[in-house]
């Protein structure tokens, strides 16, 4: 059995009173989830404080990038050992907005993923198609291509602990969330390029789906067999409602 993982991503919002407003409330209503892995990814600059408030219970944090170098003339970057010394569990890797807006190639992608794996920083590798892309029926070859490139040079014991997290670029922010089934086929055939390239850690590998999860759609996602969780934008930066995709899941 897979351990579910629901991921909440902030991207860039809340400085540090509303993010320390968001723990603070959503401290007291969350009770700890025996069977699924709760994290939230949070700007660099509330990641210390998050995991202060975070200590003493099963939350984790994530980063939403890093830098593919450990240190260097790299103004403007965070590096794995800067995250891993502060104890952050998680990084966000090629997120479809990193790619658009910040010129990520696949290559950087693996290379972000070697190192996050170096630092024992759990690598959460997203992928997924455009509108036009699926529009001409694209999607199975370029997400395949995504997740073979990304995992290239990984052992089959990296890559079942590896997170991929399948976000169609259409669904991301637009309220347009795809179908339990659409989501199920593209998780499945995740897993099946997965099994070519890796064998077994094909079933041990977690595959998130993300792009407009809601409370009120979560829980029929959450259900599909391919799909290990969630990784949620707008909806994880309320804690009431986060807390509800949370609950969905567990269900
Ligand atoms: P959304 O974002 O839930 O706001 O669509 C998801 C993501 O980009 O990770």
Redesign the pocket.
């Given at each position: 059995m897979r351990r579910k993982l629901i991921a909440g991503?902030w991207?860039m919002h809340k400085n540090s009173e509303t993010a320390r407003g968001f723990a603070t409330e959503f401290l007291k209503l969350y009770q700890v989830t025996p069977d699924m892995d709760v994290c939230i990814a949070a700007p660099f600059t509330e990641l210390l404080a998050l995991e202060e408030m975070f200590a003493g219970t099963d939350l984790l944090t994530a980063a939403q990038n890093m830098h593919f170098e450990d240190q260097g003339a790299f103004t403007g970057e965070i590096s794995a050992p800067m995250l891993a010394e502060i104890g952050v569990d998680y990084v966000?890797i090629g997120?479809?907005?990193r790619r658009a807006y910040f010129a990520e190639t696949d290559e950087m992608v693996n290379k972000k993923v070697k190192k996050a794996f170096e630092w024992n920083i759990t690598p959460i590798i997203?992928c997924g198609e455009t509108l036009p892309q699926r529009q001409q029926s694209l999607e199975d070859h370029i997400v395949r291509h995504q997740v073979v490139m990304a995992l290239a040079g990984l052992t089959d014991e990296q890559v079942a602990k590896a997170v991929i997290?399948y976000?169609p670029v259409w669904?991301?922010?637009?309220?347009h969330v795809a179908t339990p089934q659409q989501a199920e086929d593209m998780c499945k055939v995740i897993r099946d390029v997965i099994r070519m390239y890796h064998g077994d850690a094909a079933d041990e590998v977690k595959i998130l789906y993300?792009?407009?999860?809601?409370p009120d759609n979560a829980k029929e996602l959450m259900e599909m067999e391919d799909i290990d969780g969630a990784?949620?934008?707008?909806?994880?930066l309320d804690p009431v409602d986060f807390l509800k995709i949370i609950h969905a899941a567990e269900n």
């Open positions: 991503n991207k966000i997120h479809s907005e997203c997290a976000e669904a991301i922010g637009t309220g993300g792009g407009s999860v809601k990784l949620v934008g707008g909806a994880s």
